[in-house]
Structures are given as structure tokens and as C-alpha cells.
């Protein structure tokens, strides 16, 4: 048996001592909460990051480098454990100190997406936990999910939209977090990607831009020099080919054949150093020799 299931789950009501405090500010709110695992700690900064399901591979690595960025400074991040932006979101969190909680829009013994179930433990097995207003045993419902979005931003002090088209389940969130008072943030895309549209709207109607989590730590309140971004203003002691086919690098994925272009390099110099690129750390293959850089 899967330890984590050991776990048992508890209902917490509105007026328990428990329940979480940000929560009772609001209206509307559940009378009861059903936790397995833990509530985030409503003395540290939280922030929820949710986005789309059908993500980019560029959404997809912004929720999980925005997400262990805050981790790594001691923010917690709540989502909803959905594929896509959420799941990588949860996963960036794990890699840092803040911890991760999901609310979901089915029971809390029900893992929703079945997929996720790797996620769903790791996150109970790191001190996170898995929340819900539904009971035990109540299976996911389309009309669920649009009242989850509530708790979501109402247990974080800021919403961050990563990816959402222009009509998305995540703009409801940001709703929710413009109505109770939060500061909301999106990641800019491409202009010509449907997925980047809502963000884009977000923006254009007055959210901040989130062109980089310094922003949202920023805007916590919160002073921290990233260890990595430290040793990236110290060019990182790379050999010259290697800071060459780096500095070509950004959070756009690169194909071979333009790094080859821009650098004048053969494809097999080219290979290689990408290679050790990606064995450090420094870059990341997204596609078919396709790369993005990471720090």
C-alpha cells in the first residue's frame, strides 16, 4: 500500500480553529474543507499559478521555472493538479523549500487526473497537501472545478496566469483573485499563440506583466539573489564555444540548424556542446533538437 494513503483526511469546518484563515475573510466560501496532508501555512507568502491543460512546451517550462524560482525563495504555490501548466507548476514547487498544495474538483481521495498520481504523492509525501470542498468518494464534475477556483485564490496572496486561451477556466481564477483583492500577474507569449491570448487580455486590462518572478517576489514583498542567477552574472566560468552556443539560448526553443547559423559552428561541435549544456543544467531539449535555456 502506498504509504501515502495512510494519510488520513479530515473535515474541517468553516469555524474550526483549522480552517484556513485567509478563507474567512470572504463570502461564499465552503462550510467545510476535506484536507489530506496539510493546509499551507498562513504566515508564509503563497502564490497560486495555474494556466492551460493543453500547454506549449514554452508554457509548460515558464510554470515550472516561475515556480521553483518562488519555491527556492520560500514561497508556497497552490494549483489545481490539472496536465499541463498546473502539473508543472506543482513539480516546479517541489524542487524548492515553499511546499505545494493542490485543491481539487473531486474528492481528496480521488486522484484527478489518474495521471498525476506520481504527483498527488509527492506532493502529501513533501508536507504539501490535497484539499477539496467535496466529500470523499465524489468523482470530478465539469461545474466543480469553476467554484474550486475560488479557494485557489483565495488561499494565495497573488494569482499568476502562465498559459490560457481567451475563454479559459483560468481567467475565472483570475476573476476570483480580482474580487477578493489580489494582485494578479501573467506571462506574456507570442502574439500569434491562441494559448497566450488570455494572458494577453489579463495584461491589456490592467494585470501586471510578469516578464520575470523577481516581479511577484517584488511584489510580496520579498528580497532574494537566486544562487544560479548569481553564477549567470559570473558567465558561469564557461569555455568560449560553450558561453558562444549559450549566449544563442533563450526560453524561445532554438533548432540545431539556427544554432549552427548564428554560430558558424559544424553540427557536430554543435551537438556535442549542447550536450554538455544540457548534462549541466544550463539548457534543455523540448522537442527534437529543439533547446531552451534554463538559467
Given at each position: 500500500?502506498?504509504?501515502?494513503?495512510?494519510?488520513?483526511?479530515?473535515?474541517?469546518?468553516?469555524?474550526?480553529?483549522?480552517?484556513?484563515?485567509?478563507?474567512?475573510?470572504?463570502?461564499?466560501?465552503?462550510?467545510?474543507?476535506?484536507?489530506?496532508?496539510?493546509?499551507?501555512?498562513?504566515?508564509?507568502?503563497?502564490?497560486?499559478?495555474?494556466?492551460?491543460?493543453?500547454?506549449?512546451?514554452?508554457?509548460?517550462?515558464?510554470?515550472f521555472r516561475y515556480a521553483k524560482y518562488l519555491s527556492e525563495a520560500g514561497v508556497q504555490v497552490i494549483s489545481g493538479m490539472a496536465y499541463g501548466i498546473d502539473t508543472e507548476a506543482h513539480r516546479g514547487a517541489l524542487e524548492g523549500r515553499g511546499g505545494t498544495w493542490a485543491v481539487l474538483g473531486n474528492g481528496p481521495d480521488i486522484c484527478y487526473p489518474a495521471g498525476n498520481r506520481g504527483l498527488y504523492q509527492r506532493i502529501l509525501r513533501t508536507g504539501?497537501?490535497?484539499?477539496?470542498?467535496?466529500?470523499?468518494?465524489?468523482?470530478?464534475?465539469?461545474?466543480?472545478?469553476?467554484?474550486?477556483?475560488?479557494?485557489?485564490?483565495?488561499?494565495?496572496?497573488?494569482?499568476?496566469?502562465?498559459?490560457?486561451?481567451?475563454?479559459?477556466?483560468?481567467?475565472?481564477?483570475?476573476?476570483?483573485?480580482?474580487?477578493?483583492?489580489?494582485?494578479?500577474?501573467?506571462?506574456?507569449?507570442?502574439?500569434?499563440?491562441?494559448?497566450?491570448?488570455?494572458?494577453?487580455?489579463?495584461?491589456?486590462?490592467?494585470?501586471?506583466?510578469?516578464?520575470?518572478?523577481?516581479?511577484?517576489?517584488?511584489?510580496?514583498?520579498?528580497?532574494?539573489?537566486?544562487?544560479?542567477?548569481?553564477?549567470?552574472?559570473?558567465?558561469?566560468?564557461?569555455?568560449?564555444?560553450?558561453?558562444?552556443?549559450?549566449?544563442?539560448?533563450?526560453?524561445?526553443?532554438?533548432?540545431?540548424?539556427?544554432?549552427?547559423?548564428?554560430?558558424?559552428?559544424?553540427?557536430?561541435?554543435?551537438?556535442?556542446?549542447?550536450?554538455?549544456?544540457?548534462?549541466?543544467?544550463?539548457?534543455?531539449?523540448?522537442?527534437?533538437?529543439?533547446?531552451?535555456?534554463?538559467?
Amino acid at each position: 500500500m502506498e504509504e501515502t494513503q495512510k494519510i488520513p483526511i479530515r473535515e474541517v469546518g468553516a469555524k474550526d480553529k483549522e480552517y484556513p484563515e485567509k478563507l474567512c475573510q470572504y463570502t461564499g466560501m465552503p462550510e467545510k474543507l476535506y484536507v489530506r496532508g496539510t493546509f499551507p501555512d498562513p504566515k508564509k507568502p503563497t502564490a497560486a499559478i495555474v494556466g492551460a491543460r493543453a500547454a506549449t512546451p514554452y508554457g509548460r517550462i515558464q510554470a515550472f521555472r516561475y515556480a521553483k524560482y518562488l519555491s527556492e525563495a520560500g514561497v508556497q504555490v497552490i494549483s489545481g493538479m490539472a496536465y499541463g501548466i498546473d502539473t508543472e507548476a506543482h513539480r516546479g514547487a517541489l524542487e524548492g523549500r515553499g511546499g505545494t498544495w493542490a485543491v481539487l474538483g473531486n474528492g481528496p481521495d480521488i486522484c484527478y487526473p489518474a495521471g498525476n498520481r506520481g504527483l498527488y504523492q509527492r506532493i502529501l509525501r513533501t508536507g504539501g497537501g490535497i484539499i477539496s470542498e467535496q466529500t470523499p468518494g465524489t468523482k470530478a464534475r465539469n461545474y466543480f472545478f469553476p467554484a474550486r477556483n475560488r479557494i485557489i485564490s483565495g488561499l494565495a496572496d497573488l494569482v499568476l496566469i502562465v498559459e490560457a486561451r481567451e475563454k479559459s477556466g483560468s481567467l475565472i481564477t483570475a476573476q476570483w483573485a480580482l474580487d477578493q483583492g489580489k494582485a494578479v500577474f501573467a506571462v506574456p507569449g507570442p502574439v500569434n499563440e491562441e494559448r497566450s491570448m488570455g494572458c494577453h487580455k489579463l495584461i491589456y486590462d490592467g494585470a501586471g506583466i510578469a516578464y520575470t518572478p523577481e516581479i511577484l517576489l517584488r511584489e510580496m514583498g520579498i528580497e532574494y539573489e537566486n544562487p544560479v542567477k548569481i553564477k549567470t552574472k559570473n558567465d558561469l566560468g564557461l569555455a568560449t564555444d560553450l558561453k558562444l552556443v549559450y549566449s544563442c539560448l533563450d526560453l524561445r526553443p532554438k533548432s540545431m540548424d539556427f544554432l549552427i547559423q548564428k554560430t558558424g559552428l559544424p553540427p557536430e561541435k554543435i551537438g556535442s556542446l549542447l550536450l554538455e549544456l544540457t548534462l549541466s543544467g544550463l539548457a534543455l531539449e523540448v522537442g527534437r533538437h529543439y533547446y531552451v535555456k534554463t538559467a
